[in-house]
């Protein structure tokens, strides 16, 4: 008769698969954030549009302030764009989402 060690009997269920509708689950989830992602990105890319509509329009009447509304703006619209390439450099590409359209 051979009994099997408590460390045995962890060997042998550590050969099971993880659960897939966890995964499947988690995936969804990814997904939903990549849906509501896009919405934040319209909402910013035209907030700075406007913001750089703005700053132009503020230079044209003489305002010093309306170079750092530019400026502003293209952060603000470029952002997505920004983060991304932050998060590339930094080695962290698992964390960058796509947006779904």
């Known amino acids: 008769m051979t009994t099997l060690s408590p460390l045995t009997a962890l ?3 550590a050969d099971l698969p993880l659960p897939s509708p966890i995964l499947a689950q988690l995936q969804q989830v990814r997904d939903g954030f990549g849906s509501a992602l ?4 319209m909402v910013g890319f035209f907030w700075g549009i406007i913001k750089i509509w703005g700053g132009a329009n503020a230079i044209s009447k003489g305002d010093s302030e309306g170079k750092a509304g530019i400026l502003a703006g293209i952060i603000i619209a470029a952002a997505a764009a920004i983060m991304t390439a932050l ?3 930094f080695g962290m590409q698992d964390a960058v989402l796509t947006p779904r359209f």
Do not use: N
């Open 87 to 89: 998060f590339t450099i």
């Open 38 to 41: 896009v919405l934040v990105f």
């Open 11 to 13: 060997g042998q269920t």
